[in-house]
Every structure is written in C-alpha cells, then in structure tokens.
C-alpha cells in the first residue's frame, strides 16, 4: 500500500507531511508546532520507532497550493523518516482529512 507525502506549508514553514488515514490523530514536529497549546489527558502513541506521552495539542495552519487548513496536533520531538531517509515533519491523520 502508497504512503502519501506532499509538501505543504505549515505554521508558515515548508514541510514534508504524510497524509495518514490510518491515523485518527494528527501529529506534529515541536518546531512545526504553533505557540498556542492546551493541556490534554496524557496518552502513549508510538510514532517514528519511539513511544511518546502526549500531554498536549495545538491547533497548527497549514497550507496546500495556496488553500488554508487547521489541523488540531499534538506536537512531538521526532516523527521519523520515510523510506528513503527523508524526515517527517507532520502526520495529518484522518479527523483532519475528514474535516
């Protein structure tokens, strides 16, 4: 099965973001993250061969040619790499793709 990456712009910043249906949350790079937080119930979440506890979410602007979005993430460290050793920089997962 394809995995779809895209580019698209994100808090103002170019970022290589997979577009994850089998994820119902979206998630985000601490850089990517915007400054606007709120604390949420913790929760684990293995992302990128890591565990996390996610204690937080942000809503995130992003961008695609130009036509703007929110995305409701939860900021992590690191999201891992695709197959060819590129860094993710969001994941936006299924709530975010059916809104």
Request: with cysteine; proline share 2%; aromatic share 8%.
């Amino acid at each position: 099965m394809a995995r779809t990456f895209r580019e698209i712009e994100v808090e103002g910043k170019t970022a290589y973001v997979l577009f994850d249906t089998g994820s119902t949350r979206s998630y985000v790079r601490r850089e990517f993250a915007s400054e606007v937080k709120r604390k949420i119930k913790p929760f684990h979440v293995g992302l990128g061969g890591r565990v996390y506890m996610v204690d937080e979410v942000c809503l995130v602007v992003c961008s695609i040619d130009g036509l703007e979005f929110d995305v409701e993430a939860h900021p992590v460290e690191d999201l891992g790499v695709d197959e060819k050793g590129r860094k993710i920089d969001a994941i936006i997962g299924a709530l975010a793709m059916e809104k």
